[in-house]
């Protein structure tokens, strides 16, 4: 079974430039979040969604926005970007619910560096 | 909001030696408790989780947990950690409410282990 795949891998942006990034859930899972990893301020929620709708949100800037498919595939998306964005992004997938406690799969991040 | 405390930011132990790290949260509802590990240049994965039951909790590689509720907490331990363990370990905690797949994340332990 193939993990969650996440695309690209490294990005590096100039300040005040949009950029999009990719989830591929495992599959038959229908939950995606997102998280942010930095030094500073460690692992922080994004945002979760399930059946194309945003089920939860973290305390970011309306900057960061998210899309889910209706194949479950997600992006992410962050617009004006800031030299603080730099980050780590990480995508976790999980089962629908109805399957209580469900375990969260994470995938190897993509790295986004603002210059 | 649920919070979560890793109060040993970076241990350093020789092989053989025992492990526990510490690990307490904020909630004042019904928890699911996970720690994960981020293996150098991997991702994050799932080493045990608590949902119910009994609350000493095994989980891969010999690691295990102790939830207490009367203390909030949900120390990792493994009574002989080895050169492999070299890695960031991460306390998570999920408010269990129906669908709620948000994670809470403790800052980390980053664990060194020397030969």
């Known amino acids: 079974k193939a993990g969650v795949t996440q695309t690209p891998r490294y990005l590096i942006k100039t300040r005040g430039q949009q950029v999009t990034l990719s989830c591929s859930p495992i599959s038959g899972h229908r939950s995606v979040s997102w998280y942010q990893q930095t030094p500073g301020q460690g692992l922080q929620f994004l945002f979760e969604?399930?059946?194309?709708?945003?089920?939860n949100k973290g305390n970011f800037p309306g900057r960061f926005s998210g899309r889910q498919f209706s194949n479950s595939r997600s992006e992410m998306n962050v617009s004006t970007l800031e030299l603080g964005d730099s980050a780590l992004y990480l995508c976790?997938?999980?089962?629908?619910?109805?399957?209580?406690?469900?375990?969260?799969?994470f995938g190897q991040g993509t790295r986004l560096t603002v210059v | 909001a649920q919070s979560v405390s890793q109060h040993n930011h970076h241990v350093i132990l020789s092989e053989a030696a025992s492990l526990e790290l510490g690990c307490n949260y904020s909630?004042?509802?019904?928890?699911?408790l996970f720690w994960y590990v981020q293996y150098p240049g991997q991702h994050l994965q799932l080493l045990l989780k608590y949902f119910s039951g009994d609350p000493l909790v095994k989980g891969i590689k010999g690691f295990e947990a102790e939830f207490i509720k009367s203390k909030f907490s949900f120390n990792l331990r493994k009574p002989s950690v080895q050169w492999s363990d070299t890695a960031e370990y991460f306390c998570?905690?999920?408010?269990?409410?129906?669908?709620?797949?948000?994670?809470?994340f403790g800052t980390g332990t980053r664990l060194t282990i020397i030969p």
């Open positions: 976790a997938s999980s089962l629908p619910p109805g399957v209580r406690t469900t375990e969260a799969f």
């Open positions: 909630y004042g509802g019904t928890v699911n």
């Open positions: 998570a905690v999920n408010a269990d409410n129906f669908g709620n797949e948000k994670l809470t």
């Open positions: 969604y399930f059946s194309e709708t945003q089920r």
